[in-house]
């Protein structure tokens, strides 16, 4: 199995959860998560750039297995469905397995599970009944469901439905149409204080729907602190399809909230995450989402999307390699139909048809009327291959088609594309401030005639090259110069050589001697002080930037995505 932390490296970090969170949203008192007790062993985790702690480190170590485990042990279960007995075993040893995983799972469990969990139900039920307390064999704490390390756990043709409390799962295979929900469509099944990792999670590329990782929550059985890490979760549905089969990598659903999906990896699928309340008048149910270090490649559609939700974190994910498909254009991430709060933070896109895409709004702004924010990201290399989904929606780095509510797009870097930033239709309101703007084929920002967003947008302090290419909502192309004469607004920026430190070799950051360094607007010079916005809401600092270099605080920002 493949594991995206091998390329990740970690430093130690107490992850024991966010104590203080000042808003005055009522949503907000739902981030604040469990620190009544310490983790028994804390691990080696850093937390991605602005993802608040959860209540755990997903890291965290399990317990031990016995060292002389030849009888049975109260707490300690060994299952092998093929071989085992419930009848003439309660816990089960390696030599003598258990058939079947006791449901519910009491406190304090440790389940070993080894080959292929063949259960004869059409749906494998996993219930845990877990604390927060320590740990103790058959007494308290969580339980903890782990595959056997010389013979795996697996899940065939078979879907897990995974609820309860305190449930740790480790190191399962799923594959030939096995799969893992957390949740159910049935009340009852209320699911919290879930970590789910180490596990693969193979589909089948004939299938015509389905989701490999799913939660499903209920208003009156909640889905919440969900924990989804280093897994490898691919190969569902079909990547040349005529239409949308919308099979899913992972898929986060209404009344799902506080959830880590932190450090896997999801490939070749027809589609990749997607975080969706289903309603404007949901929206709300689906929030605190941290989709975080991710690495997304060989995509249909969408390597990340978001429609209607509220407060989702996206950040220092890795997403590339992105299939067009005929229903809907190839994007790195995606959002639609007025998702409010969203944070679009230090990702790195390429080879899509378009990096960052805001399609229509479906009636308006959401619930709460604030923005989305795409704050330090790169994007590059995007362009036409000659199979355009249509020209208004390929070879651009962001583009925004809707905006009943402002449009941050801060500290980005966006190199080597069609056309840098463009709005399609409907008006918007595009805040443009601090971005390196470079290698842009046809114009580095296209506002198209007919609407209003150039009236309604502002652009202060970008980088573009020595020739600088502005389309302002009039369907002339400016130079800088003439572009600032004409609207009287770009001040602050710089139309030079950007003198990246190595561009071939894809290092956007800045020599010394580049007019973008401390040529940006300190964080509070910004039409919105971003930066302070995001702290205040969830307790944690963005003033970094892409390779987590701090940003001074003597105000002289670089332009771009990095600090010299």
Known sequence: MKHL???????????????????????????????????NVLGDYSAPIG??????????ESPDVPEIWETELAGY???????????????????TPRKTIPYPVPAGSYVVVAGNYN??????????????DDWIAGVSGPVWVVSDSENK????????????????????????????????????????????????????????????????????????????????????GPLDSDVDIDARGCSIQKYTSNMWIVDNEFSDSSAGLQVEAGSLELQTTAHHIYIARNHVYNIAQAGIAVKYALDIIISENIVHDIIDTPWSPSKGIGFQYAPDRVWILFNEIYNVYTGIRGASDNGGAGTNGESVFMIGNLIRDISIDGTAYNDATEGIGIQINNGATPRYIINNTIVNTEIGISNGYY???????????????????????????????TLNNNHFDATAKISWSNGVTHDLASFQAAFEKGEGCISAAPLFTDASANDFSLQASSSAVDTALAPNELTLNVYEHFETLYGVSIEVDLNQVARPNNGLWDMGAYEN
């Not at 608040?52 to 997903?58: D, E, Q, T, V």
């Not at 259960?119 to 927060?132: H, P, V």
Request: proline residues 3%.
């Open 119 to 132: 259960y004869i139900q059409n749906d494998i039920k996993l219930r845990g009944e877990g604390t927060s």
């Open 51 to 60: 993802v608040p702690n959860a209540w755990i480190s997903p890291d965290i």
């Open 77 to 95: 279960y060994y299952i092998d469905y093929a071989t085992g007995s419930d009848t003439d075993n309660t816990y089960g040893t390696p030599n």
């Open 5 to 39: 932390l091998s390329a990740i490296t970690i430093i130690s970090l107490f992850f024991t959860g966010l104590t203080s969170c000042s808003n005055d949203n009522e949503l907000m008192t739902n981030l604040v998560v469990d620190d009544s007790t310490t983790p």
């Open 427 to 457: 008006n918007s309101t595009l805040i443009i401030e601090n971005n390196m703007i470079s290698n842009s084929s046809f114009f580095d920002i296209k506002l198209e005639s007919g609407y209003q967003t150039g009236t309604l947008s």
């Open 153 to 236: 756990a697996e899940i065939t043709d078979k879907k897990m439905l995974l609820s309860g409390s305190y449930v740790y799962l480790d190191g399962f295979y799923f594959h030939s149409g096995g799969s893992i929900q957390l949740g159910s469509y049935e009340s009852g099944s209320q699911v919290d204080h879930i970590l789910v990792r180490n596990s693969e999670m193979v589909g089948e590329h004939d299938v015509t729907g389905g989701v490999l990782i799913n939660t499903v929550g209920l208003e009156s059985d909640p889905a919440s602190d969900i924990i989804i890490y280093n897994n490898y979760a691919h190969g569902i």
